[in-house]
Nanobody, 115 residues
Framework: QVQLEESGGGLVQPGGSLRPSCAASGSIFGANAMRWYRQAPGKLRGRVAVVSNDGRTLYQDFVKGRFTVSRDNAKNTLNLQMNSLKAEDTAVYYC?????????WGQGTQVTVSS
């Protein structure tokens, strides 16, 4: 059983930056793909970024050039550096990790972009 816990959300002005993190209760070395998702009020949860176990990354078009996903196997964390934030980035951000056939989710961290 793996537990994931997000932190690092908050309130930021448009154009600002945040760096949410996701801490795993166990080693992420054995995790396959790790992902960030987000869900805005009234909308479905959607994928934001993916990092594979060999470090390859994939981003949705609406965050390309602004967000950077990374995983630190030594610290068992998944990170999301978010720059040039926009109001439409406001959402609850969730981390997700695959271990074999099992998929685990964190409880989410709120990111609010507002002036």
């Amino acid at each position: 059983q793996v537990q994931l816990e997000e932190s690092g959300g908050g309130l930021v002005q448009p154009g600002g930056s945040l760096r949410p993190s996701c801490a795993a209760s166990g080693s992420i070395f054995g995790a396959n793909a790790m992902r960030w998702y987000r869900q805005a009020p009234g909308k479905l949860r959607g994928r934001v970024a993916v990092v594979s176990n060999d470090g390859r990354t994939l981003y949705q078009d609406f965050v390309k050039g602004r967000f950077t996903v990374s995983r630190d196997n030594a610290k068992n964390t998944l990170n999301l550096q978010m720059n040039s934030l926009k109001a439409e980035d406001t959402a609850v951000y969730y981390c997700n990790a695959d271990y074999g056939s099992h998929s685990y989710w964190g409880q989410g961290t709120q990111v609010t972009v507002s002036s």
